[in-house]
């Protein structure tokens, strides 16, 4: 019974300690530093605004234009027939028919079904046109041309006036 006391001091001490013990060979108990809990999983990555189908290859670029030829600023496009009928989006500010990145992407179409969209913008007409979404990376954007209504943007001045020479 003489390392009775000796035990008992042991087993307070390594329970004041706070830590988990080990054991190793040459120098009995020693405090284990506590391991990292394991980094957690990684996020999903978040599905695109403009995939209308997650599993989908297909995709599509449509910029609305004017007759002129510029892009139109704020038009809105909508599928209204085929797959994904109801989705919508606005085209970019920054639009420009040079730039080869500008209009509206579509991605997540279903390949060579074929879709309706419908153009739209303040002080324009509606537009509609079939598209054929490919997986084709090279594949090329597609226009829509809207036509202006109401009164010329340039005033013509009052036509009541008669040149005077």
């Known amino acids: 019974m003489r390392y009775g006391p000796l035990l008992f001091a042991a087993l307070v001490l390594s329970?004041?300690?706070g830590g988990e013990t080990s054991h190793t060979p040459l120098t009995g108990f020693v405090?284990?530093?506590?391991?990292a809990p394991p980094p957690p999983p990684p996020a999903p990555t978040p599905t695109p605004a403009d995939t209308i189908f997650a599993t989908a290859t297909g995709w599509l670029q449509v910029m609305v234009i004017s007759n002129s030829g510029a892009c139109?600023?704020?038009a809105v496009i909508e599928i209204v027939s085929g797959p994904g009928t109801g989705f919508s989006g606005k085209q970019s500010a920054a639009c420009s028919v040079w730039d080869p990145w500008a209009g509206y992407f579509l991605y997540g179409l279903v390949v060579a079904e074929p879709?309706?969209?419908?153009a739209s913008a303040p002080g324009y007409g509606i537009a509609e046109s079939t598209f054929y979404p490919s997986a084709d990376p090279g594949q090329s954007?597609?226009?829509?041309?809207?036509?202006?209504?109401g009164p010329p943007s340039i005033p013509l001045g009052?036509?009541?006036l008669e040149l005077s020479h």
Not at 31 to 35: E, G, K, L, Y
Not at 115 to 118: G, H, K, Q, W
């Open 15 to 17: 329970s004041c300690s």
């Open 72 to 74: 139109i600023d704020g």
């Open 115 to 118: 879709i309706i969209i419908r």
């Open 141 to 149: 954007g597609y226009f829509i041309a809207l036509s202006s209504v």
């Open 31 to 35: 405090p284990v530093a506590p391991t």
């Open 158 to 160: 009052d036509p009541t």
